[in-house]
């Protein structure tokens, strides 16, 4: 076989080069539970898993399943019923407001957005949207603008109509208050032409909010009938130790947005829960998508709600998010200070008083056999599976510690040049090249 350079080499002579993809890091071979391997024999533990892999890769029982179901029916024209969908939709719905929702499937976050907001507007026949200023729904031409108001203008023009708040992560901006105060303007000043409120209930770079945010913005959403939406395409499926984010936050939004680990982590899948009253519009194609109704999408997420409830892993994600806390939170040895956020299994650590960068972030941690993105100039996501093992979790913290030690020894080098032999980082060559 060729070596990874040849193939990231192929693969950046053909893709058309964009950010976070190719030029890609390396090439892998395989991918199973909570690790990856390169085809050079690297093996990294997948702090990042695009946040699919709720399961860890390629779990057996998703493999099994859709085994099964590529033998009895591999694909369904949309016009036609068939039972894995449908039972699929019973279990989802079933979860929010108790039954009384409806859904719909497609095949990608994005386009679950878009169709969002599209439900919403026909609901409300308003047509303005808020969203948080710095987050992230998605790549459409609609669910791109809802990141911000200052897009590249390369780009072009995307949906419009949108007003954008300051987030309730940004404490330099005024933080959760700021966030209250702008949405009250916003609403005020554009009484009776707002649909929805677009948000994460917990944003996928592990930054929680204060517990009363959401009820507060709620609220106030609720005066004027605008549509609480809640993304949870990362943070849903039971990855912050409840199935649902919003769940710890007491507030029940209009309509909530599943995807990325909803395929088992193997398929693309996606699917807007929507409160049973926005079923309004069956004339129009409110979310009109090929492969909307896939027997082995539908088998793949079938599977997946299977191994979550049989291994209980919602509570086992509260459980070893607990025992992240204890491992990583605090001074180490270094000096260096580990700061966890987030909750359950959807975290990110933060190495605070270096003076670090992401790119330095993501090489150290590639050093120390960890596949990771950063969030910021401080910190990486600690994105880990609901079926990581006690020995497994500790491992992470061994790496995550062996990590700050060797910022803690660039920091040193950088301030005196003068190297200190201890902690020298291992270049991503050995222990964990296998
Ligand atoms: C919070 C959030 N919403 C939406 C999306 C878009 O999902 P997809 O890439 O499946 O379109 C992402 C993807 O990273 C996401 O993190």
């Not at 998605?138 to 911000?148: D, F, K």
């Not at 549509?227 to 649902?244: Q, V, Y």
């Not at 492969?291 to 994600?317: C, Q, Y």
């Not at 969030?375 to 995550?400: C, M, Q, T, W, Y």
Request: negative net charge; proline residues 4%.
């Amino acid at each position: 076989m060729k070596d990874g350079a040849d193939i990231v080499a192929r693969d950046a002579a053909v893709f058309i080069h964009q950010d976070g993809s190719s030029p890609c890091i390396g090439a892998l071979r395989a991918a199973k539970g909570l690790w990856i391997e390169d085809v050079d024999g690297r093996r990294y533990i997948d702090l990042h898993g695009n946040s699919c892999h709720h399961l860890g890769h390629a779990h057996p029982r998703i493999i099994a399943a859709l085994k099964d179901q590529l033998d009895q029916l591999a694909f369904s024209p949309r016009r036609f019923a068939n039972a894995p969908a449908a039972e699929l939709a019973e279990r989802l719905t079933a979860r929010f407001r108790g039954g009384r929702s409806r859904l719909l499937l497609m095949p990608g976050g994005c386009e679950a957005i878009e169709t969002a907001i599209r439900l919403a507007r026909i609901a409300t026949g308003r047509s303005g949207i808020i969203a948080l200023e710095g987050s992230y729904h998605g790549h459409g031409m609609g669910s791109l603008a809802l990141s911000s108001g200052r897009l590249d203008s390369r780009l072009g023009s995307q949906l419009t109509d949108i007003h954008h708040l300051t987030p309730y992560w940004d404490q330099a901006g005024g933080g959760a208050e700021a966030m209250i105060a702008d949405l009250a303007a916003c609403l005020a000043q554009n009484r009776g032409r707002i649909a929805c409120l677009v948000a994460e209930p917990i944003r996928s770079n592990a930054h929680v909010p204060p517990s009363d945010l959401w009820t507060r913005c709620a609220g106030l959403c609720a005066e004027q009938g605008v549509k609480l939406i809640f993304d949870e395409i990362p943070s849903g499926l039971g990855k912050t130790g409840r199935f649902f984010a919003h769940e710890h936050f007491g507030v029940t939004p209009d309509m909530v947005v599943l995807g990325k680990a909803l395929g088992g982590g193997v398929l693309p899948l996606a699917a807007v829960i929507a409160d049973d009253r926005l079923n309004l519009a069956p004339e129009l194609s409110v979310g009109h998508f090929t492969h909307e109704k896939n027997p082995l999408l539908a088998r793949a997420a079938l599977a997946m709600l299977d191994v979550i409830e049989d291994g209980s892993l919602v509570a086992a994600a509260e459980i070893r998010g607990q025992q992240l806390e204890k491992l990583l939170d605090g001074q180490t040895a270094s000096g260096l200070f580990l700061r966890l956020r987030g909750l359950g299994l959807l975290r990110a650590l933060a190495f605070e008083g270096a003076p670090l960068g992401e790119a330095l972030l993501e090489r150290t941690a590639l050093a120390v056999g960890l596949s990771a993105t950063a969030k910021d100039d401080f910190s990486i996501g600690v994105s880990l599976p609901l079926i990581s093992s006690d020995e497994e979790i500790r491992i992470v913290a061994e790496r995550l510690h062996q990590m700050a030690e060797n910022l803690a020894f660039l920091q040193d080098a950088h301030a005196s040049a003068q190297p200190r032999k201890a902690h020298r980082p291992n270049n991503g060559q050995d222990p964990h090249h296998t």
